[in-house]
C-alpha cells in the first residue's frame, strides 16, 4: 500500500509565497516521477510542474519564473516553492508520482489535494 500526503495549503495575499509538500510512504521501492497539478473552481485539472526521472523539472507557461519543484529522494518527498502568487493561482493543488512498489508493481498515485487560495 501507497500513500501521497500533502501539506502546506492555505490562504495568503497577492504577491506572498507558500511552500507546499508531498511525502510518499509504505511499501516503495523507488519512486520514480513527480508531478504538482492543480484544479481551478469550476475547470479542469491542469498539470503545473514535474519532476520526471531524469531529473529535469517542467513548469507549465502561467508559473514559469514563480514556482520551483525540488524532490528529496531520501525522504520520498516532493515540494512546490510558490512565490508571487496571484488571485489565478487559487486552486486544489495535487500531487501525482509514479511508483515501483515492493511487489514490482508501477502505478500513478495522488495525493488528497491541499487548497491554495490567494486573495487580492
Known amino acids: 500500500q501507497v500513500q501521497l500526503v500533502e501539506s502546506g495549503g492555505g490562504l495568503v495575499q497577492a504577491g506572498g509565497s507558500l511552500r507546499l509538500s508531498c511525502a510518499a510512504s509504505?511499501?516503495?521501492?523507488?519512486?520514480?516521477?513527480w508531478g504538482w497539478y492543480r484544479q481551478p473552481p469550476g475547470k479542469q485539472r491542469e498539470l503545473v510542474a514535474s519532476s520526471p526521472q531524469d531529473g529535469s523539472t517542467n513548469y507549465a507557461d502561467s508559473v514559469k519564473g514563480r514556482f520551483t519543484i525540488s524532490r528529496d529522494n531520501a525522504k520520498n518527498t516532493i515540494y512546490l516553492q510558490m512565490n508571487s502568487l496571484k488571485p489565478e493561482d487559487t486552486a486544489v493543488y495535487y500531487c501525482?508520482?509514479?511508483?515501483?512498489?515492493?511487489?514490482?508493481?508501477?502505478?500513478?498515485?495522488w495525493g488528497q489535494g491541499t487548497q491554495v487560495t490567494v486573495s487580492s
Open positions: 501525482k508520482s509514479g511508483i515501483l512498489s515492493s511487489s514490482g508493481a508501477y502505478l500513478d498515485y
Open positions: 509504505g511499501s516503495i521501492r523507488r519512486v520514480i516521477s
